[in-house]
C-alpha cells in the first residue's frame, strides 16, 4: 500500500547513544515532516524538507540533525540521546500544494532511559 | 506560546448524539484548517479542511465551521458512532514553503454505546 514507512517502531537507548530514525514515502511527495508527540503538547514539528536537498528548522530542532537522501527518504538523527527526547515520533508527508493535508506514518516509539 | 488551542483534553458523548469538538487559534496569517483523528498506535489520518475563504465544509457526518472573527473552528460529528471514538487534532498553516502544520494538543472523544 502507498504511505509512509517508518523503521523502527519501537527503540530503548540508553543517554548518551545515538541512532537514526528512518522514514521513506512512495506517494512522490516533494515535502516531508517529522514531528514529535508528547502528552499535552499535541504534535511539535522539528524539522522539515520542502524538496529534495533543502532542510528546516521547525519549533523544537534542538538535539536533532535531518538528511534528505533523495525524494523518498527522510532521517532523523539523535547525535546524543537524553531523557527529554523520549516521545513518539512521526513522519509525514505532503504535496507541494499541502491541501489535502499531510500522509503520516505510523510512528517510532522512543525511550531514552 | 500555543497557536492552536483545544481546550479539553476530553469528550464522551452517546452513540447517535452529535459530538462537538472546538478549536481556537491566535495566528491570523492562518488560512487553511485540518482535523486529524488518531488512534492509538496509529499514525494520524486526515479527517477534513477547511479554507479561510469558506465558513462551512461538510463531509458526510463530518462538518467544519469556521468562525475567522472569532478565531475559533469547531467539528460537528452527527450522528456519533463508537468507532469515532479517538483522538482528534486541530490544524492550521499559513501559505508559504512546505505549508507546516501548527497542531493543537488534541481531544480524546469517546463515544458510548
Known amino acids: 500500500n502507498a504511505g509512509v514507512t517508518q523503521t523502527p517502531k519501537f527503540q530503548v537507548l540508553k543517554t548518551g547513544q545515538s541512532m537514526t530514525l528512518q522514514c521513506a514515502q512512495d506517494?512522490?511527495?516533494?515535502?516531508m515532516y517529522w514531528y514529535r508527540q508528547d502528552p499535552g503538547m499535541g504534535l511539535r514539528l522539528i524539522y522539515y524538507?520542502?524538496?529534495?536537498?533543502?532542510?528546516d528548522k521547525g519549533e523544537v530542532p534542538n538535539g536533532y540533525n535531518v538528511s534528505r537522501l533523495n525524494k523518498r527518504e527522510f532521517s532523523l538523527r539523535l547525535e546524543s540521546a537524553a531523557p527529554s527526547q523520549t516521545s513518539v515520533y512521526f513522519c509525514?508527508?505532503?504535496?507541494?500544494?499541502?491541501?489535502?493535508?499531510?500522509?503520516f506514518g505510523s510512528g517510532t516509539r522512543l525511550t531514552v532511559v | 506560546d500555543q497557536q492552536v488551542k483545544q481546550n479539553s483534553p476530553s469528550l464522551s458523548v452517546q452513540e447517535g448524539r452529535i459530538s462537538i469538538l472546538n478549536c481556537d487559534y491566535t495566528?491570523?496569517?492562518?488560512?487553511?484548517f485540518l482535523w486529524y483523528k488518531k488512534y492509538p498506535a496509529e499514525g494520524p489520518t486526515f479527517l477534513i479542511s477547511?479554507?479561510?475563504?469558506?465558513d462551512k465544509n461538510e463531509d458526510g457526518r463530518f462538518t467544519v465551521f469556521l468562525n475567522k472573527s472569532a478565531k475559533h473552528l469547531s467539528l460537528h460529528i452527527v450522528p456519533s458512532q463508537p468507532g469515532d471514538s479517538a483522538v482528534y487534532f486541530c490544524?492550521?498553516?499559513?501559505?508559504?514553503?512546505?505549508?507546516?502544520?501548527?497542531f493543537g494538543s488534541g481531544t480524546q472523544l469517546t463515544v458510548l454505546p
Open positions: 509525514a508527508s505532503s504535496s507541494d500544494r499541502g491541501i489535502g493535508g499531510y500522509t
Open positions: 506517494m512522490n511527495h516533494n515535502s
Open positions: 524538507s520542502a524538496s529534495e536537498g533543502t532542510t
Open positions: 495566528n491570523s496569517m492562518f488560512d487553511y
Open positions: 477547511i479554507s479561510s475563504i469558506k
Open positions: 490544524a492550521a498553516s499559513a501559505s508559504g514553503s512546505a505549508r507546516q502544520l501548527t
